[in-house]
């Protein structure tokens, strides 16, 4: 019959006051980085999404558009 060892429970440690402190400086200033990337991101989105709104001719096929009318003298 085997008998258990008994338990040996270690103490948590303190944590570092200095390191604390580090790591929360370094946690905002990822923050701040963080949060101007997302800005510039949003900009990019509503730049992109306003520019190019333009006329577009139904003549020519190139982009989106193009050859809007029906001409039978086209093969399709």
């Given at each position: 019959m085997c008998l258990s060892s008994p338990?040996?429970?270690?103490?948590?440690?303190?944590?570092d006051p200095n390191a604390q402190a580090a790591q929360n400086a370094q946690r905002e200033?990822?923050?701040?980085v963080r949060s101007d990337r997302k800005e510039?991101?949003?900009?990019?989105?509503?730049?992109?999404?306003?520019g190019?709104?333009?006329?577009?001719?139904?003549?020519?096929?190139?982009?989106?558009?193009?050859?809007?009318?029906y001409n039978q003298f086209i093969d399709s």
């Open positions: 338990r040996v429970v270690m103490p948590t440690p303190q944590p200033e990822n923050q701040t510039d991101v949003l900009e990019k989105g509503i730049r992109r999404a306003r190019g709104g333009g006329r577009r001719s139904l003549l020519s096929k190139t982009g989106k558009g193009g050859m809007g009318f």
